[in-house]
DNA sequence: TTCAGCCTGTCG
DNA sequence: CGACAGGCTGAA
């Protein structure tokens, strides 16, 4: 589900608990935190807390608590509703827990349970962590970009997944950056000319912020902060669209596997 | 660098 | 019923 823009998009929305205190949390799957190393005990330490601010790097976003940061990651289905008032109601599915603020209350739920929690009570850790994802795809600049990729031997689009090379870019938003520079997936990330880097750097951050400006991708479950659909998907030119005409040229999109993934491309635009 | 595995739902 | 889905990991 969520890549960059959809994180983003939920991290705006859910401003506005800035500087409310945690009133109580509430756990629905206690399986759920244990796969995740975390004892219901330790979370209920947030309680009291005050949440100072929000930060997301790549697709993971973090709430820094008054003494400890809790992080998320949202997996493919991952969901966090703000909804004024207490518990949730019953139809929602697959619910985790429940972050009760004074008069708002935020449900995180998540259909396959692809997401994950993190739980810091310092400073320290939570820099370690960072350091292991690859810098941002809005926040790295062109030199630091074409470095990392001048290495890289493996197809640009695995590059793109590879969330230590760069962090936010997912299977949406590769396909869709990648037709727009007009970049074979396949092409060695290290085998880009400086024009081709440059061009592919201007896409990445066009792309990106246009989802982010339309409020991200929904294909079936993504729901931003206060559980809209996004619109980024009417833009969408090649995701999903194998078989169906090249928007530039009319060829068929074609579809292959990279890194796992499918992927659709047009052979004949993208070289 | 594949690939199964983690889960649940939907579509053909 | 199998195939597949916005992700990531660890093992072969």
């Known amino acids: 589900m969520p890549e960059l823009p959809e994180v983003e998009t ?68 991952g969901s966090l509703i703000l909804r004024a008032g207490g518990n949730p109601p019953d139809k929602f599915k697959h619910k985790v827990l429940s972050l009760n603020f004074l008069d708002m209350s935020l449900l995180f739920s998540d259909m396959r349970k692809f997401g994950r929690l993190f739980l810091f009570d310092e400073e320290k850790s939570f820099q370690n962590f960072l350091f292991d994802i690859g810098p941002d795809a809005l926040e790295i600049e062109l030199p630091q970009f074409k470095e990392a990729l001048r290495s890289i031997r493996k197809p640009i689009k695995s590059a793109f997944l590879d969330q230590k090379v760069i962090s936010g870019i997912g299977n949406i938003y590769a396909d869709e950056i990648l037709f727009r520079a007009g970049i074979n997936p396949l092409r060695s990330a290290g085998s880009l000319s400086e024009e081709e880097l440059q061009k592919l750097y201007q896409t990445m951050k066009e792309v990106l912020r246009l989802a982010i400006q339309l409020r991200g991708s929904t294909i079936k479950d993504y729901v931003d902060g206060l559980g809209r659909a996004g619109m980024f998907q009417t ?37």
Request: aromatic share 10%.
């Open 10 to 77: 939920i991290k705006s929305d859910l401003s506005i608990l800035i500087g409310s205190p945690l009133k109580a949390i509430i756990i629905y799957d206690k399986a759920y935190l244990e796969r995740n190393g975390i004892t219901p005990k330790e979370l209920k330490k947030l309680e009291g807390q005050k949440l100072l601010q929000l930060s997301r790097k790549g697709k993971y976003l973090f709430f820094h608590f008054s003494r400890h940061i809790l992080g998320f990651h949202l997996g493919l289905t």
């Open 235 to 271: 833009e969408h030119l090649v995701y999903q669209k194998y078989g169906k005409p090249c928007p530039r040229c009319g060829e068929p999109i074609e579809k292959i596997k990279v890194a796992g993934r499918t992927t659709s491309y047009c052979p004949q635009c993208q070289r």
